[in-house]
RNA sequence: GCGGGAUUCGUAUAACGGUUAAUAUAUCAGUUUUCCAAACUGAGGACGGGAGUUCGACUCUCCCAUCCCGCACCA
């Protein structure tokens, strides 16, 4: 089986209706996509089973959706404003990135020692700025959140203070975040506006390494729910040197994407760095008192960080096959169920045959009502219908014929083996779930 | 941000310094069709944007935008 390549996912997803170029009327603009009606509905059906996989069939997550814009504070606490907003020089030798203003002798890298290496001192701004109110001076000036985290540790006493709940506990959050990335890249992978699914999980300090590895097996499982193959998701444990210096233990879960093996997703020990930077940034006690009366404590976490195009684009080069039916090629999206955009399409095997057309409608009106995510198609011949919902994914395919006006049945044609069978109206809907 | 390549109907491709820009597929309308892209008829649909060279530019040159490949970046 061959893998899919970038350009025939492009392609495919431009076609169908699943992702466009963001403002492609007007030439685009790098590192935006908008998402057509499938795109937007196989992104939903993500957000919603990673909600409920993660926040609804749990008894120790809570969820919250936190203002885009914050106080500029948040980010000065975070040490992304003095990371992200100034002029550096970058050393063509080395690579290594200095602070212009910082520099002793502006001549000379201070760390390969190579001279006359810097170029004019670039603006590194990762952070979109924008002004809030009428006045648009250094006062006014806020940030378009570069991560939903943030979010997440500025509300950590807000749902303490609602819920007390015991440790270990979580915070999730889906949500838009946005970087001005130098280069963005590799279809959605690399955008400038994104949406990450967050969890902060709170812990005592001396449990973080089996929670840690909970959170591995937690994991793997949503990976698994998603249809990923296992053969294609890799754990890279990022080595030391690499790792953010706040994170004691990190793992990527990679990804074996058209562009090739890249992470699609993060699982970080944040010690507890971040409630360290809002205690000292805001002043307020971060500890967490234990209700059986030991030393108050702040607490240690866990991060697993999800980006939701990653995912879209894993769930999307997993599900893409080409594979055989009848001797004639196919291309097919064998996505799991759940996620598909339209669960079932209902048609009528031929449509200049009014009693089919209007039986078809029936059961269409009946399946929309108990499933919304239903398409009624009448295109060309019932071969053709076939294979346009075998490319967007559809599991299953429901066709009235001259049988069903006589007894009440209908075929339903399975996405994966093309098989079909021949059941009751009122059995559909169970057949179905 | 650097280097290279590209940009033509929705998609995938073609051609040409000069007639109405072609083909496949998709789309729409119709005929036909009793289960896996059948056939026929008809219709609509494109030279990324802007300058320049030229009698004439989709074609040549420059600028811009976007995409792809490589590098760099990825807190």
């Not at 520099?103 to 006359?116: F, K, Q, S, T, Y």
């Not at 030391?240 to 562009?259: L, Q």
């Not at 971060?286 to 960080?305: A, C, L, N, T």
Request: some cysteine; proline content about 5%.
């Amino acid at each position: 089986m061959s893998e899919v390549t970038l350009d025939e996912l492009v392609s495919l997803c431009k076609r169908r209706g699943f992702i466009y170029q963001g403002s492609e009327i007007y030439g685009g603009l790098a590192g935006t996509w908008d998402y057509g009606p499938l795109g937007v509905a196989l992104k939903r059906n993500i957000l919603d089973l990673w909600w409920r996989t993660f926040v609804d069939e749990r008894d120790d997550m809570y969820g919250v959706d936190a203002a885009i814009l914050m106080n500029p504070k948040v980010w000065q606490a975070s040490g992304h404003v003095d990371t992200f907003t100034d002029p550096l020089v970058e050393c063509s030798n080395c690579h290594n990135r200095f602070r212009a203003d910082k520099i002793e002798d502006e001549n000379r890298c201070p760390v390969c020692g190579r001279e006359n290496v810097f170029g004019e001192p670039r603006q590194f701004n990762l952070m979109f700025k924008t002004n809030i109110g009428p006045t648009q001076d250094e006062k006014s000036i806020s940030y378009l959140r570069p991560e939903t985290a943030q979010g997440i540790f500025t509300n950590y006493k807000n749902v303490v203070d609602s819920f007390y709940p015991d440790l270990p506990f979580g915070i999730a959050q889906q949500g838009k975040a946005f970087r001005n990335e130098i280069s963005p890249r590799d279809f959605v992978f690399r955008s400038r506006e994104f949406e990450q699914m967050e969890i902060e999980y709170f812990v005592r300090p001396d449990e973080w390494e089996k929670a840690f590895e909970q959170w591995q097996k937690d994991i793997h499982k949503f990976l698994k729910a998603l249809g990923l193959s296992d053969s294609k998701v890799h754990e890279l444990e990022v080595s030391d040197g690499d790792r953010a210096h706040y994170s004691k233990r990190t793992v990527d879960f990679e990804f074996d994407f058209p562009i090739g093996r890249e992470e699609l997703l993060g699982l970080a020990y944040r010690t507890d760095f971040d409630l360290k930077n809002i205690e000292k940034g805001s002043g307020k006690g971060m500890e967490y008192r234990p209700k059986d009366g030991g030393e108050p404590f702040v607490p240690h976490v866990i991060e697993p960080s999800f980006g939701l195009e990653r995912a879209v684009m894993a769930v999307l080069t997993s599900a893409y096959q080409e594979d055989e039916i009848g001797g004639e090629k196919r291309t097919v999206l064998k996505l799991p169920t759940e996620l598909a955009p339209v669960r079932v399409a209902v048609s009528p095997l031929l449509k200049n045959k009014p009693e089919l057309v209007a039986k078809a409608r029936e059961v269409y009106k009946t399946l929309k009502a108990e499933f919304g995510r239903v398409m009624y198609d009448d295109n060309g011949n019932i071969g053709k219908r076939y294979r346009r919902q075998d490319e967007i994914g559809t599991p299953y395919c429901v066709t009235i014929d001259f049988d069903t006006l006589e007894d009440d049945t209908v075929t339903v044609r399975n996405r994966d083996t093309a098989k079909q069978e021949r059941i009751k109206i009122e059995s559909l809907a169970d057949k179905i779930k």
